[in-house]
């Protein structure tokens, strides 16, 4: 008995200390600078702001939520199947991975001046122009967040038990009715957690609002970088921090609190496929695609006769000062560091919280509880006070943000390790490394493989952190195609984006194809 406690001790040491040097300490550092009268008093000066941030957020989340019901509504109660269904699940995970900036810069081509709809619109002799406006704050963070809804009430919709619905035809009730007494209710703590995930995104949102919202519409995030990184004045920055950090870690709070519930999964009712839903449900999923089609293919729509795309980049990375080869190994190296430090601590987590250690399960998710602009802020004060070079911690802080999905995928492979297998190893003698490479590391392969390409992928798709910790002579993909898109360099951005969203999903389908033989 004393000796697996001892090895529990040692299995809560690594990843304790972990969240308490990676994600406590760097919030202490902020929490020693904590003033209740600075909160209150920029609470009161940048109201304005503040309520315009709620605003836009529950705008945002109303519309991504309700889109993303209608679109769980089809894969729930239609017969849908083969290529169809499969291209809706993909769209489930999309969002991330899919880098805020690409997917701005597919909404900038999808509604710009010489954007696709104004490119319909004008053989009619009309014009519309939502960049730069509130309607486009609130489109944008729609576009990105319709997957969370379709991933959260999808999953449980999905598999919502037809047995129930079956009984409700028998007493009587017609399909609305149905809808409304019983899969309403069941649904709702799901329908109420997506909505505060898509608030949570609009309401820290980055990327997108930069791009397409402009200074006038600005979240907080964004205010917060700019104090930071412009205007150097810590005091407002942090205050404005605190104000987000409780915001947004009471949203997340009650989104974790109301996921817990039990549902009555079981075989579900389907209904065919009727040529009217076809239609429906390729309009609802071409307001995800479509934005996301054009900002893969942005650097193909760029004509310059006189110029090769390789010269047009060569201009780009001359402007930037920064060599294409440089960036690009940039990009690799902390996306992979932060993939090895990821994995490293899910391997931990998810092995001692599928033995049933539930005690555990809050540390893989407490990042979920603070903006990228927050963590990122409180490393900067780390790196202030010890003089490390703060794009060193960029690996740590992106692990961050990956470790709550590589938690789940690695503890989902740990669930699947028979019991039996450990104790034929042990009564053969088996050392805990034998173990771990010769018959854990291999059951476990495809999942780290999976969670491996995720971390990689959500590194990769970093903005905010990167243009905090790092300096002018560090770029990423992500910082490049952004300072290209500032600047007015569009034919460069959009070919970089292009390279650099192909090479995200690559990397994504090459973790999501492994995993198939699971």
């Keep these: ?14 990843p304790l200390l972990y969240f308490f040097l990676f994600l406590i300490l760097p919030i202490s550092f902020l929490v020693a600078k904590f003033s209740v009268a600075d909160v209150f008093y920029v609470a009161h000066e940048y109201k304005k702001l503040i309520s315009y941030n709620i605003s836009q957020a529950l705008l945002s989340a109303t519309l991504a939520t309700s889109i993303g019901a209608l679109i769980s509504y089809y894969l729930a109660r239609k017969n849908i199947k083969g290529i169809l269904r ?5 769209m489930a995970k999309i969002s991330f991975v899919v880098p805020g900036v690409s997917m701005a810069i597919g909404f900038y081509l999808l509604f710009g001046r010489k954007g696709f709809i104004n490119d319909i619109l004008g053989l009619f002799g009309l014009h519309i122009d939502i960049l730069y406006t509130f309607l486009a704050v609130i489109l944008g963070h729609a576009f990105y967040n319709i997957p969370v809804s379709v991933y959260i009430v999808g999953s449980v919709w999905e598999r919502f038990d037809g047995n129930l619905i079956e009984a409700s035809y028998v007493d009587g009730c017609r399909d609305f009715q149905t809808f409304l007494k019983v899969e309403l ?28 919202g402009g200074p006038k519409y600005s979240t907080l995030e964004v205010v917060i970088y700019m104090y930071l990184k412009n205007l150097l004045n810590f005091k407002v920055a942090l205050s404005l921090t605190f104000l987000q950090l409780f915001i947004i870690a009471t949203a997340a709070a009650i989104s974790s609190y109301l996921l817990k519930g039990k549902i009555p999964f079981g075989v579900p009712k389907l209904k065919k496929v009727t040529f009217f839903d076809y239609i429906a449900l390729s309009m609802l999923l071409s307001l995800v695609f479509l934005p996301l089609i054009l900002s893969i293919v942005s650097g193909f729509l760029t004509k310059n006769p006189s110029k090769s795309v390789f010269d047009i980049i060569k201009i780009g990375m001359s402007f930037l000062g920064v060599s294409f080869w440089k960036m690009l190994l940039t990009s690799l190296l902390i996306s992979i560091a932060t993939a090895f430090i990821s994995i490293t601590i899910g391997l931990i987590t998810g092995r001692m919280t599928s033995k049933g250690y539930k005690a555990l399960q809050i540390f ?11 963590l990122a802020f409180g490393y900067l004060m780390i790196s202030l006070k010890f003089n490390i070079p703060s794009v060193y911690l960029l690996p740590f802080l992106h692990s961050l943000l990956s470790i709550p999905l590589v938690h789940g995928i690695i503890e989902m492979g740990w669930r699947n390790v028979e019991r039996s297998i450990e104790e034929a190893a042990m009564m053969d003698g088996a050392s805990f490394w034998d173990m771990l490479f010769k018959i854990y590391l291999p059951l476990l392969k495809n999942f780290l493989i999976r969670a491996f390409t995720f971390s990689m992928a959500i590194s990769l798709s970093d903005l905010s952190g990167v243009l905090i910790l790092s300096n002018e002579s560090v770029f990423t993909f992500s910082k490049a195609i952004y300072r290209l898109m500032s600047s007015r360099h569009m034919p460069e951005a959009r070919i970089l984006n292009t390279i650099f969203l192909l090479m995200v999903m690559l990397i994504y389908y090459f973790g999501e194809m492994k995993t198939q033989n699971d």
Excluded at 1 to 14: E, I, P, S, T, W
Excluded at 86 to 90: D, F, K, S
């Design 1 to 14: 008995m004393g000796k697996d406690n001892g090895r529990v001790l040692m299995g809560l040491f690594a």
């Design 86 to 90: 499969n291209l809706i699940h993909v």
């Design 185 to 212: 209710p069941i649904l709702t703590p799901s329908i109420v957690a997506s909505f505060l995930l898509s608030f949570i995104y609009s309401f820290t949102s980055f990327a997108v609002v930069l791009i397409i």
């Design 364 to 374: 893989p998710f407490l990042p979920t509880a603070f903006s990228t602009v927050t």
